[in-house]
């Protein structure tokens, strides 16, 4: 799947973590083998990266940049700016608005540059637009308004000139009030001289739930035409709440996944396809839903799906 990709000038990419890194050789194995792209799925976030105020722990970040390393593989880092898995001295924090700022700013700063020149992509600011469009209520909305968003941006461009700097968010991949709040979101960063370089499309989604190709396909290309970069960057599809025979939902299953990598392969700027997990045994969904579920391309065992072989035909294909 990565040489076909290579071929097309994409990053496929997944979530990865130096948990099973360590414990499973043949999920390591398949990662680099398959994949020319990793995404740290919790490691880098604030409550492991920067446990207390005066200590950072960079073990487990390190872990997965060197293990892309070694494989000739890009990481997306992720992520600098979010309300969940944050620490309790941040979420418990009694500062002033100016001490909030040096927090946030000093986090940005000491990660994206320990990381400097070795990662392709950050997710700067995740999940801080509502259903509706507007701006999100979050942890750091509260702390400082709307403005941190720029801030986060400007200040992890001087930490790191050439990452590429990412809004990414999830349910606003077709076209409804949530992509349009994205949309004038980063326009109005871009007219203001914030430096944003592009827009993640996280593409949780499930049978029945995903956004029809065409919204999809129009949502990309106007973000492309503002100049930026589209990464599908979570993407996974819940079998759980359909009452089809299992291989009528795997055929569903890798029509979705197809159908997805089809309009980003059609859209110039759409540079990266990630998944949310590398196999159905390391995917969120389970835990989070409560109930057994099989999201990803390849099954418990690593054996690939169906989704894997309906992308690697179209990236065989095109
Ligand atoms: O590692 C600890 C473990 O030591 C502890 O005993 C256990 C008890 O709760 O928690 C473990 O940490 C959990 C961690 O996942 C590791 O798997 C956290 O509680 C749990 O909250 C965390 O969930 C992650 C979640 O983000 C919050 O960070 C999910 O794995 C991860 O898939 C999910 O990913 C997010 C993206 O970052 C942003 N987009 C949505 C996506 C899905 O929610």
């Not at 446990?51 to 073990?59: G, H, T, V």
Request: charged share 20%; hydrophobic share 40%; glycine share 8%.
């Amino acid at each position: 799947m990565r040489l076909l990709a290579k071929q097309h000038d994409l990053f496929i990419g997944t979530a990865a973590d130096p948990g099973y890194l360590q414990n499973d050789s043949a999920a390591s194995q398949l990662l680099a083998r398959e994949f020319n792209m990793l995404v740290p799925e919790v490691a880098m976030k604030w409550e492991i990266i920067h446990p207390e105020p005066e200590r950072y722990d960079f073990s487990r970040g390190d872990a997965l940049v060197t293990f892309a390393r070694q494989h000739g593989m890009a990481v997306r880092g992720h992520v600098l700016v979010w309300d969940l898995q944050m620490p309790a001295w941040v979420t418990n924090g009694q500062f002033t608005r100016q001490e909030w700022m040096q927090i946030l700013c000093t986090h940005i700063k000491s990660v994206v540059s320990h990381y400097r020149g070795q990662i392709y992509a950050w997710d700067v600011v995740n999940e801080a637009v509502n259903q509706d469009g507007t701006l999100r209520n979050t942890f750091w909305m509260n702390k400082l308004g709307p403005e941190h968003i720029a801030m986060a941006f400007q200040w992890a461009r001087e930490a790191d000139p050439n990452a590429k700097l990412f809004y990414n968010d999830n349910g606003g991949e077709g076209l409804n009030p949530k992509s349009q709040g994205i949309y004038a979101l980063v326009q109005g960063l871009q007219q203001t001289g914030v430096p944003i370089d592009g827009v993640g499309m996280q593409m949780h989604t499930s049978l029945g739930g995903a956004p029809p190709a065409i919204e999809l396909s129009a949502n990309m290309q106007r973000l492309a035409e503002l100049g930026l970069e589209i990464h599908i960057t979570e993407m996974d599809v819940r079998l759980q709440y359909s009452t089809s025979d299992n291989e009528t939902k795997l055929a569903q299953q890798a029509d979705i996944y197809q159908q997805v990598l089809s309009v980003c392969l059609s859209v110039h700027n759409c540079k990266a396809f990630l998944t949310w997990g590398l196999t159905d045994r390391y995917s969120w969904i389970p835990g989070f839903t409560g109930k057994p579920d099989a999201p990803l391309l390849y099954d418990k065992d690593g054996v690939p799906k169906p989704a894997y072989f309906a992308i690697v035909k179209l990236l065989a294909n095109q």
